[in-house]
């Protein structure tokens, strides 16, 4: 396992049950939703109809998006690196009575087979916390012909207007746009010791391209009027009603 995934498994064993806690009242597993502003995917439509699908999400934390997909009839594999996330995905998917089968390994290296999945997704799970170099590929190899790759993660307008100094998101650039790639201690000073990563647009393209994957549509989610999270150290509602502070990316293997 690379440092910077066994770092990020640390703090995320010691951050769950907070996580957990503080982003209950975000994290339904009837009427799922994305993102820190709670966007309903029955608005996004980002997902289209899972019923009969093979879904692996990528970073499920309690699995409450996994619970949510088995409910839609789709057959559900929820992966996460942490321990503790796991566990509490455990008791989650007990309680909801629903089929998810859970699996402990990293986004980057997950030992399943090849072709095995139609739709391979995340909402802030583990493309944020990994190099894309590694885990796209590894995407790129679950996915079935045709199959489809979603996920929302920070953006690198984020990225560039953190200021780590005051460990606040300002309204001015601050970190270089060119080459960037991974952060220490970005965009969340509730969990100092994460590492997270993000590219630029034009080296997204180009690394799914390399992957095989074709780009469908790329979200750029706007928060709401009247916005309201859960993550007290993400933008705050008014810069996410100017910038884009999250974004999902839709791409399709190759048919
Ligand atoms: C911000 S949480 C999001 C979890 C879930 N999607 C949710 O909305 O609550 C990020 C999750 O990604 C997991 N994660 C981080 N790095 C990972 C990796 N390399 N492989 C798999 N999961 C990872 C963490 O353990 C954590 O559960």
Redo the contacts with the bound molecule.
Sequence with gaps: MHDD?RR??AT?NAA?AD?QRR?AAR?PTDDPTWGVWGIPERELQVLGDVSGKDVL??????A??SIALARRGARLTG????EA?LAFAREQVKAAGVEVRLVH????DTGLPSSSFDLVF?????P???DPAR?VPEAARLLRPGGLLAFNAATPWLHACWDPERKAMGDRLVASYFGMRRFEDATDGAEPSMVEFMLGYGDWLRLFLANGLRVVDLLELRAPEDAWTTYTTYAPPEWARRWPAEQIWKVEKAG
């Design positions: 995934v990020n498994q995320w769950s996580y982003n994290l999400e990528l970073g499920c934390g309690g409450q998006w992966l996460d690196l942490s996330q390994a990293s986004a980057d995340a909402d802030h799970g583990a944020g916390f990994v885990w």
